[in-house]
């Protein structure tokens, strides 16, 4: 696998570069941060990434970069065959959020707006191939409007949506599109909020994401579990939902 | 908030633990950093209910390896299960491996860990070549024996109390494979326990001895003695071993299934199972050195009520009687000891706090029964003190502060160098409140 990864310093991102490279895989980093991407790129070829790893700065914010950084990807891997996003942000809690004109308009553009232009850059280019993996790690948060997540909700169901199409269509194409929805994971992300029950742990998502994959499938919660607690709340009648607080 | 304790569950306090990748950043002004939570008592809480201690889990990139000499310099949250399923394959392992892979480099360092090739490779400090560290005036700097060299020293051991571990280099043992050849032979009583441990050890790199510590009178002190070492290629599988999951234990076990009778059992069936005849052959590394890992959350067998470790080192030059005198005593409190492991100890290292030093180390898993655990401890303590002994920190939870500076006359002089660099003491432990008189 030749793998471009948009987010793989952080978190489930960092977690499912480092499988890749644990089983020889080319990987090529795309971040903010010169110094991270370095350590980070450091981290996965003593892992065993084959032939080092090369990165390049891409940030959400500026959607103008995200063809050429591609392009440098392309490269550098000489034609890659997989794009993963796992960068995004939580932007604050909701109700500063609904406080926050600027800070709202972000959280939407980032999660939203410019994470799909980024996969449509990513999916020309992998049609012209002839196909390949688009790997996009959108949210639970996505399957049903919540009183605590409504605005980071909404980026997530939008994604979901986009990717759920972009399966419908291109499938017959070659273009594997992965949706990734993860429930509560413990990373840096999500490190001062309170985890709740089946909150998962980074390696064992990373690994879970990977075989999914392997197999071509379009669709996978993780940790396995949040796929049918979200099935419950997806049930719950809408006068359910306005006096619970989840 | 919420509850942290360490893998004894003994005690528990309510608190924050905060993880982060940025070990930098997290450890500016902060109280204590822990890493796996595998220390058994109270070496990686914070002293008071509702104050925030650092996790370094996610805090585990690898910075350099060198594949020529094995010199490897990792993030202090690296943890040694990684280091094993990375390098294991590549011909590299940890010189120095405690008895669970579910620990950091971090914590490996801050206990000053120990294994059953004590008598040969020292502990895990004499194999790290350089930390990198955050002190308590919040610099950042890079120590080692050569630039910092009472720093280091009182670092290795020093449970996290001399500043924060932020990176560790170290260097790695070059294997002829990744299998372990083992053998294993029971011995019947006590005498026959250290002769053969000793012997053992005069041609095998690791050797350690389980006991059946519910036998009293004769055969006090019988067990199965295990001795190992890397296994030539030729006797190896030729596939490097993979990394095993076990079965976890899925609830908190209630209190009678872990009573003097049951444990009694288990010991008696475990040392009979083995039979008389000497068994040998080559097995997975893991196997042999890690057979808890195997049954994950192994320590809810003990119950809501937890356990308490104890683990201390006796020295036998003078006085080779002092092993029985300690086994008397455990033996005669009526309380049981679930899991108990001898071992004979090698040279003390540079760690000024470390735990080892020539002798027999005897290690005690005992189910938490309020004042009658504590009971126990102080009796074997003061058999600890009257031999010129010591205890090992990082497993305990219940030692009292007298009792501590009676067995360690290097206190003063670690204290010292730790008050050097953090003379406010702003890097406290529970530990700390409870055994140095810091302030909570």
């Keep these: 696998m030749k793998a471009v990864i948009l987010g793989g310093t952080k978190g489930m991102g960092r977690e499912l570069a480092r499988c890749l490279a644990e089983r020889g895989d080319r990987v090529f980093l795309l971040g903010r941060k010169p110094e991270v991407l370095e350590k980070t790129a450091k981290d996965l070829e003593i892992r065993g990434a084959a032939g080092g790893v090369a990165t390049t700065l891409c940030d959400l914010r500026r959607p103008e970069g995200f063809g050429p950084a591609l392009d440098q990807a392309q490269a550098a891997l000489d034609d890659f065959d997989t794009v993963i996003v796992t960068a995004g942000m939580i932007g604050g809690d909701q109700a500063s959020l609904e406080d926050d004109a600027e800070a709202c308009a972000d959280l939407l553009t980032v999660n939203f707006a410019n994470t799909i232009l980024f996969c449509e850059e990513a999916r020309r280019r992998l049609l012209r191939r002839g196909g390949g993996n688009l790997v996009v790690f959108s949210s639970v948060a996505g399957d049903r409007g919540r009183k605590p997540v409504i605005l980071y909700g909404a980026t997530k169901a939008g994604l979901s949506s986009y990717m759920e199409g972009l399966d419908h269509k291109f499938h017959e194409q070659g273009l594997r599109a992965l949706l990734v929805k993860p429930g509560f994971v413990k990373t840096g992300m999500t490190a001062g909020l309170k985890p709740p029950p089946f909150a998962g742990e980074p390696r064992p998502v990373a690994e879970r994401v990977l075989r999914a994959m392997d197999r071509g499938d379009s669709l996978v919660y993780v940790p396995a579990m949040w796929r049918w607690i979200m099935f419950v709340i997806q049930l719950l009648p809408r006068a359910v939902m306005r006096r619970i607080g989840f | ?440």
Aim: proline share 6%.
């Design chain 2, 1 to 440: 908030m919420s509850t942290i304790a360490g893998w004894g569950r003994y005690p528990i306090v309510q608190g924050t633990e905060r993880r982060s990748e940025d070990l930098e950043a997290a450890t500016r002004d902060a109280l204590l950093v822990r890493g796996l939570g595998r220390s058994y008592g109270d070496a990686s809480l914070p002293p008071l209910e509702g104050q925030t201690v650092i996790n370094s889990t996610l805090a585990d990139r690898l910075i350099a390896f060198e594949p020529e000499t094995g010199i490897l310099r990792a993030e202090a949250g690296f943890s040694l299960f990684d280091l094993n399923r990375l390098f294991l394959q590549r011909g590299w392992a940890t010189p120095v491996s405690p008895g669970t892979q579910f620990v950091t480099l971090g914590g490996m360092v801050a206990s000053d860990v120990h294994g059953r090739n004590h008598h040969v490779k020292g502990c895990f400090g004499e194999h790290v070549r350089a930390l990198r560290m955050r002190v308590a005036d919040g610099r950042i700097l890079e120590v080692t024996e050569a630039n910092e060299r009472e720093l280091f020293r009182a670092t290795l051991g020093g449970m996290g109390l001399t500043g924060h571990i932020l990176e560790v280099e170290v260097q790695l043992e070059a294997i002829p494979s990744a299998w372990i050849f083992r053998e294993s032979l029971q011995v019947y009583n006590l005498a026959e326990l250290i002769t053969n441990l000793r012997e053992s050890s005069l041609d095998w790199p690791f050797t350690a001895c389980w006991v059946d510590s519910m036998k009293r009178g004769p055969q006090m002190g019988r067990g199965i003695v295990t001795r190992g070492r890397w296994a030539e290629p030729h006797e190896a599988p030729a596939k490097p071993p993979r990394p095993r999951k076990g079965p976890a234990v899925p609830i908190d076990f209630p209190g009678w299934v872990l009573s003097s009778l049951t444990i009694s059992a288990f010991n008696s069936l475990y040392f009979h199972k083995h039979g008389r005849s000497l068994k040998r052959g080559v097995v997975h590394p893991w196997t042999f050195s890690y057979p808890l890992d195997a049954i994950g959350s192994w320590n809810r067998i003990y119950g809501r009520r937890g356990f308490a470790q104890y683990q201390c080192v006796l020295p036998i030059e003078n006085d080779p009687s002092v092993v029985q005198r300690f086994f008397e005593v455990m033996t005669s409190s009526g309380e049981a000891s679930f899991l108990t492991v001898v071992k004979d100890c090698g040279a003390e290292g540079k760690g000024m706090l470390s735990f080892p030093r020539p002798g027999i180390s005897i290690a005690l898993d005992l189910p938490m029964h309020a004042d009658k655990t504590q009971a126990i401890t102080d009796a074997l303590n003061e058999v600890v003190i009257a031999a010129g002994g010591r205890i090992y920190l990082t497993k305990d939870a219940l030692t009292r502060p007298d009792h501590f500076r009676a067995m360690e006359p290097r206190l003063d002089a670690w204290n010292a160098v730790r008050k050097k660099w953090d003379p406010d003491g702003l890097i406290r432990s529970a530990l700390s409140v409870r055994l140095l008189g810091d302030e909570a």
